[in-house]
Structure formats: structure tokens, C-alpha cells
């Protein structure tokens, strides 16, 4: 949805990216307040989590050694530290906005899937997700940016509702709401979903799909240039950036061209 170019780049170039500070400190964050809920209740402090966060920075780094590279070059540890404590305070910003004390979440970092009637398999991981004692659902996830301007919600609930109808089609119901945490700013995003919202993500998820296939045939990935080119790793290798793609790694369909005059009347054959 974001760039056709840049999903070509990831998934079927599989170029490497860099690890970005931003990305793994959000890694860090929701691996703290997931861990959280290993606790006793009462025990689910502020003070708790922000104690959570070094210990957490150690098995990520376990699982991922390649993190290192981040603060390649600080030797003081000064950066690193800096960007703890920044860590450190997302977490306790979360406290502000739900009381985990009062939380026992149904499911943490839940692995969903389920395949459409048109066999398109969709899957995700959800951050929580609550269960309410009438059996109603909620979904939550958290980010640690900034929430968007009112006119961008509808892009960020998309996520939630991609989620909710995994789960419409998986368990047949309904998530009675989604919640969007966003530790950056401090806000809660909250939507109430009903079935024509998931309908109308199914149909663009088809569309979506229809177009990843269509591209995937005939090579034609076009660049779509917003203000995230800013953080694309790509920009070396995009042509709107004067870069050139590698050779594309997939046969290409070549489909017949109707006669034109101008090339003297033949068709060719030609990627499309
Ligand atoms: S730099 Fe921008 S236009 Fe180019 S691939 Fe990356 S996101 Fe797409």
C-alpha cells in the first residue's frame, strides 16, 4: 500500500535493511510490556517495567546480535544509554494511559492466520488481546510513535481491522473494539468495528493481492514516492532517487502487443 517498489525490494529482492533505532526500541518496548503481565498484579509498576528494560535490551540482543551494529562506535556507551532511558520512559508513559493492575490479558503476541474462500492466507502477530467476562473482544496494540492527525486515523485503524477480520474469519466473531496505544504521544485510538468495515478490508485485501500478482508477473514495480522515502534503505536503488533496481530475480510474462503502426505493423512480444 505504501510503495510497490519498495514491497519488490523486500520481499522478492530480499534486499537487507538496516536496523533502525526507532524500530528496535520499539522491539524493546513490546517485548517490556509483554513480559509485564508475567507478574503478579499488584506487582505491574512503573518502577517494575522500567526495570524490565535493560534485562529485556540483553535477550534481544541474544536472539539478534546483529543489534550491535547500532552503536557501533559509542564508546562511551552514551548513546546507548541515551536511548534506554528513552525506552525507559515509553513504558512508563503507558501507565498514564491503561493500569495494567486492572488487565489479565486472554493472549500476548498472538500469532493469527486464516485463509479467505479465495485462498489468500492472511496472518499477523496481535500485541494483546483482552477478552471481557460477556465473552466481547478487544484488540490492542501498541505503538511507540506519535499517534497521526484525525485525517491519518483511518490509515493506522487499517492494521486493526486487517487483524479483526482474521479473527471474524477464524473464530466467527466480531472484535467488539480496537485500540490503538500510542506511547509517543500518549494517546488511545479506539474503533468499534462492524462486519460491512471487515467486508470492505477483505475487498481491498483482494484488490491488494490481485495487484501483487499482476506486478509479480510482469516486473512492473512502480516507485511511489511519499515523505517515507526519507527512511527507506532503497533510495540507492531507486530510480526516483536516480538509482537503478537490480536485474528483477523472476521470469517476467511476456504477452503478445497488438499490431502498431508506428513499428511498422508488427506486434512484439514484451514484458507488460
Ligand atoms: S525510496 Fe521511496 S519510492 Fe523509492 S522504493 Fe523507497 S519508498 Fe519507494
Known amino acids: 500500500m505504501q510503495c510497490p517498489l519498495l514491497y519488490r525490494f523486500r520481499v522478492i529482492d530480499k ?24 507478574d503478579p498484579a499488584t506487582e505491574r509498576t512503573a518502577g517494575r517495567a522500567r526495570a524490565l528494560v535493560p534485562g529485556q535490551w540483553d ?105 479483526a477480520l482474521v479473527i471474524w474469519r477464524w473464530k466467527g466473531v466480531v472484535p467488539r473494539r480496537l485500540q490503538l496505544v500510542y506511547l509517543g504521544s500518549g494517546d488511545v485510538l479506539t474503533y468499534d468495528p462492524v462486519e460491512a468495515d471487515l467486508e470492505r478490508v477483505e475487498r481491498k485485501l483482494l484488490a491488494l493481492w490481485e495487484a501483487i500478482r499482476e506486478a509479480t508477473e510482469t516486473g512492473d514495480w512502480r516507485p511511489r514516492p511519499t515523505k517515507l522515502c526519507g527512511w527507506c534503505d532503497h533510495r540507492a536503488v531507486c530510480p526516483e532517487f536516480g538509482g537503478t533496481p537490480p536485474a528483477y530475480p523472476l521470469p517476467v510474462a511476456l504477452t503478445e502487443r497488438p499490431a502498431d503502426p508506428a513499428e511498422g505493423g508488427q506486434g512484439r512480444m514484451g514484458p507488460v
Open 59 to 163: 535477550r534481544l540482543l541474544e536472539s539478534k546480535p546483529q543489534l550491535t551494529e547500532l552503536f557501533a562506535g559509542d564508546q562511551e556507551g552514551e548513546r546507548l544509554s541515551r536511548w534506554l532511558v528513552e525506552a525507559e520512559e515509553l513504558v512508563e508513559r503507558w501507565f498514564t494511559l491503561e493500569d495494567p493492575t486492572r488487565l489479565e490479558p486472554a493472549e500476548r503476541e498472538l500469532f493469527v492466520e486464516t485463509e479467505l474462500e479465495s485462498g489468500l492466507r492472511l496472518r499477523g502477530i496481535i500485541d494483546r488481546v483482552d477478552v471481557a467476562p460477556s465473552g466481547e473482544v478487544r484488540i490492542v496494540d501498541y505503538k511507540t510513535g506519535k499517534a497521526p492527525r484525525p485525517e491519518y486515523a483511518e490509515g493506522a485503524l487499517f492494521q486493526m481491522k486487517f487483524y
Open 15 to 38: 534486499l537487507p535493511e538496516k536496523p533502525s533505532e526507532a524500530a528496535t526500541r520499539g522491539t524493546l518496548v513490546h517485548a517490556v510490556l509483554e513480559r509485564l503481565f508475567d
